[in-house]
């Protein structure tokens, strides 16, 4: 998450390769809040650069972490940031349908599932297969 994040400070318009996410709000991933923040703004002011970034959150709690993640060394090759960038998003992507995965599992066990929980079900199923 660290990286991702440090990509996303250090190349603002890297926001516009993140699809819809506000129905991802509840994940419990340490940093995805600050994540979806810094998407939302970035997206707001599309040619946006780091610098201007970091004046937004000037007297937030915030400002520390994003000054530490825009010096970040993550010792990506340039031509490769993009790439990395889209390749972390999917990887926490594909843990957030394992996730859901496991919860249509241990809830079918329990209580069972509704029709449109298998179909859920079942989409993940596919989807994580293909993978």
């Given at each position: 998450m660290r990286v991702?994040?440090?990509?996303?400070?250090q190349n603002p318009h890297f926001s516009?390769?993140?699809p819809e996410l506000t129905c991802l709000k509840q994940l419990k991933l340490k940093g995805w809040n600050i994540f979806l923040e810094l998407v939302v703004k970035c997206k707001a002011y599309p040619k946006i650069n780091t610098g201007y970034l970091l004046?937004?959150?000037r007297d937030t709690n915030l400002i520390k972490?994003?000054?530490i993640l825009a010096q970040w060394n993550h010792m990506i090759d340039d031509a490769h940031?993009?790439?990395?960038?889209q390749d972390?998003?999917?990887?926490i992507y594909e843990l957030i349908l394992e996730h859901r995965q496991a919860t249509l599992?241990?809830?079918d066990r329990t209580q069972g599932l509704s029709?449109?929980?298998k179909h859920e079900l079942w989409y993940l199923n596919q989807s994580l297969a293909k993978k």
């Open positions: 991702l994040l440090s990509l996303l400070v516009l390769l993140v004046e937004q959150y972490t994003l000054e940031l993009e790439k990395t960038f972390l998003l999917t990887s599992i241990a809830l029709i449109k929980e």
